[in-house]
T-cell receptor
């Protein structure tokens, strides 16, 4: 079945540093989405990407939909302590269902 | 985005029992989904809840174990039947306004089976 490979699995960085994480797949997706999950809560949508090559920003977050439609990356600039959490990529297929990556756990040292 | 309410938020259950989880949305949505998130893991789709008809289940999930109802465009339930400790997970409801629209999630139901 379809799978997403998300890396890195975890990151421990200093406050103020930039962060980059990515997802790759052997399958093509119509839409790529990035979510953040805090403890005790459901995933919250950060960015949605709809076209191959699309580059979208949301504040300090920037994400791109790979030109092959098989990959995406998320960058966080100038990290702050509240960026701590688990970040998930997800690819969306024609039926609307999402395939999730394994997640990247981000820890930020003040 | 829509406000999604899940009940209960958590529960501790005895093995062999069943629990029904509710998902209520404050506006009509086309798509509703149910996911499972095992401890420390990512999200896995259980099924797509179809309004007025049987849910569409993913490989590895069956209706007898996870019966789903969706009587209208704002409400769905997931039942976890004949529970065992392996069913201890977070169960999450998500909604989308259309097939190609992004999904938004409730806060989940944290289920522990003793």
């Amino acid at each position: 079945g379809q799978q997403l490979n998300q890396s890195p699995q975890s990151m421990f960085i200093q406050e103020g540093e930039d962060v980059s994480m990515n997802c790759t797949s052997s399958s093509i997706f119509n839409t790529w989405l990035w979510y953040k999950q805090d403890p005790g809560e459901g995933p919250v949508l950060l960015i949605a990407l709809y076209k191959a090559g699309e580059l979208t920003s949301n504040g300090r977050l920037t994400a791109q939909f790979g030109i092959t439609r098989k990959d995406s990356f998320l960058n966080i600039s100038a990290s702050i302590p509240s960026d701590v959490g688990i970040y998930f990529c997800a690819g969306q297929v024609d039926t609307g269902k999402l395939i999730f990556g394994q997640g990247t756990t981000l820890q930020v040292k003040p | 985005s829509a406000v999604i309410s899940q009940k209960p938020s958590r529960d501790i259950c005895q093995r062999g029992t069943s629990l029904t989880i509710q998902c209520q949305v404050d506006s009509q949505v086309t798509m509703m989904f149910w996911y499972r998130q095992q401890p420390g893991q990512s999200l896995t789709l259980i099924a797509t809840a179809n309004q007025g008809s049987e849910a569409t289940y993913e490989s590895g999930f069956v209706i007898d174990k996870f019966p789903i109802s969706r009587p209208n465009l704002t409400f769905s339930t997931l039942t976890v039947s004949n529970m065992s400790p392996e069913d201890s997970s977070i169960y999450l409801c998500s909604v989308a306004r259309g097939r190609n629209q992004p999904q938004h999630f409730g806060d989940g139901t944290r289920l522990s089976i003793l």
